[in-house]
């Protein structure tokens, strides 16, 4: 499968490359930001000019930052989607349940997206929020959802993308992944042991629709001091089990 544009446009991808960019650098003036592209500063200029008459980007004094209304844009992106309507009741009640944060992520562009979360009382704070994308090697959530794709979509998704390195717990090796991925079909469940941020444990469990295509996976993340041992890998696989079956009744029958 090529994701090669047979004519692209450069513009365009210029384009992008400056958004992407201010929103690394959380901000970023003209001279900077052409210096981090190694771009002309007259065409980065112009960009930005034009971005922010379409009301893209906005400026605060020389510092140009991604505008709100991207938000617009992903939020429509989002509710275009069933399963993000119908899953958030559950997630509330596995928030409340757990204390813990729920999270539920899809796959686009062999890319996982966060997009819903909710933070249970005793729920941690960490690096990602809605929108976040992620590998999906290293998380739980992400190999739930590799666990049921095929396999010739697999390879494309790591020959793309690999396997890279994000802790020391971190699977780099592609049999090692067809080997996990087997065991998550047999358990229905994934585990994320600190793969992609250290103090972090995870486990997730697929959501499929009536003809078996994976539509994305829910979560339950902890810190190891809390989700570990039996209620990893017993009390939490069970709660998602229970709330992955309604919400897969939900999607199949409203």
Known sequence: MSHEAKNPIKSTKTTFRIIEALMELDGSGVTELADHLNLPKSNVHNYLSTLEEEEYVVKNESTFHVGIRFLELGAHARSRRDLYRIARPEMHKLADETGELVNLLVEEHGRGTYIYRV?????VRVDAHTGTRVQLHCTALGKAI???LPERRV????DRHGLPKITENTVTDREELREGLSEVRERGVAFDMEERLKGLQCAAAPVRGNTGR???AVSISGPTTRVSGSRLEEDVPLLLKQATNIIELNVTYS
């Open 119 to 123: 933070a249970g009382d005793n729920a």
């Open 146 to 148: 590799l666990a049921y």
């Open 155 to 158: 390879n494309e998704i790591v």
């Open 214 to 216: 994976v539509l994305g």
